[in-house]
């Protein structure tokens, strides 16, 4: 199982997407945010029906838990909130973790195993892509003692995600009434500090891990992609089918919750987001920079 990590805004759903056209991929979206997205308010699939409506999904739930409606939302609640929380991760993160806190992990990581077991059966893919880039999602699912867990990082520069982040972004979820969130150029930065230095501790468990970077993947993807698969050791072919160097027919997928980018389909012209650049005011480009100036270094933006 591939797990995509990163921090919010940085190229995943667009990664997600990609990998999806390969064969023997299936990619199942945000699954940590499937419980409350999913099955509780019933949002849109990126193939354009509600959850419930979803066949796809509502295979999944039968094969995996015969049925949506036998699964425990309150203790999926209480589990994520135990295992599932960047303040827990002192305690997820240990290579010999402490047996009440691997035993709630692996319960919980147990959820999202059935539903990769399932889809990967109905779909009949080698590779079963979670996308839902955070650490802890990640630390919680290397406790599961069944599971072939590798986590591909993406990282993008930290002020094109700030630009990115204070941009309006309908959710076509809620039929165009409300915006993505918007941050700070602070707030963007602390979360892409955070999110992108937590995931050293997956590494820290054992976890095979493998980082590219957005401004790479736009400028040779099917070399990159093909570089980062071979480094996971994940099952050949990695065949992009690509319609020239730079372009791409995207077809619809059962991604579940992220970035709206994942109802994007058709001929699709890929080409780095680099707006920030000219946009960006000067006190927020500097205020960004310098909060992020050891980690844009370490990842070689500057």
Not at 53 to 75: N, Y
Not at 143 to 155: K, P, T
Request: charged share 25%; glycine share 8%.
């Amino acid at each position: 199982m591939l797990y995509i990590g990163g921090s919010g805004r940085s190229g995943s759903t667009l990664l997600e997407s990609l990998l999806g056209e390969m064969p023997g991929v299936v990619v199942l979206g945000e699954v940590a945010h499937l419980w409350e997205r999913g099955v509780r308010l019933d949002e849109l699939c990126a193939c354009g029906e509600h959850f419930s409506a979803c066949p796809f999904w509502s295979e999944v739930g039968e094969l995996a838990f015969g049925g949506w409606s036998h699964v425990d939302l309150d203790r999926v609640t209480f589990l994520k909130d135990a295992v599932d929380r960047q303040r827990r991760m002192l305690r997820t993160a240990r290579r010999r973790a402490a047996p009440e806190v691997h035993d709630l992990a692996q319960e919980y990581a147990a959820l999202f195993v059935s539903i990769y077991r399932a889809a990967r059966e109905i779909s009949g893919a080698r590779v079963v892509i979670d996308s839902s880039k955070v650490a802890p999602t990640a630390l919680a699912l290397s406790h599961h003692d069944e599971l072939d867990l590798r986590v591909l990082h993406i990282v993008r520069d930290s002020r094109g995600v700030a630009f990115s982040w204070s941009k309006h972004v309908a959710r076509p979820e809620t039929g165009g009434t409300e915006d993505m969130p918007r941050l700070t150029g602070r707030q963007s930065t602390q979360l892409w500090l955070s999110h992108n230095l937590a995931l050293s501790a997956v590494a820290h468990r054992g976890v095979p891990l493998a980082r590219i970077r957005y401004e790479d993947l736009l400028h040779d993807v099917s070399g990159t992609i093909d570089a980062v698969w071979r480094r996971l050791d994940l099952p050949p072919p990695a065949v992009l089918p690509m319609l020239d160097e730079h372009t791409v027919e995207l077809h619809p997928t059962h991604s579940v919750a992220g970035n709206p980018m994942r109802f994007r389909t058709g001929t699709t012209r890929l080409q780095p987001d680099t707006e920030w650049r000219e946009a960006m005011g000067t006190r927020e480009r500097r205020i960004v920079t310098a909060m992020s100036l050891p980690l844009l270094k370490y990842y070689g933006y500057v």
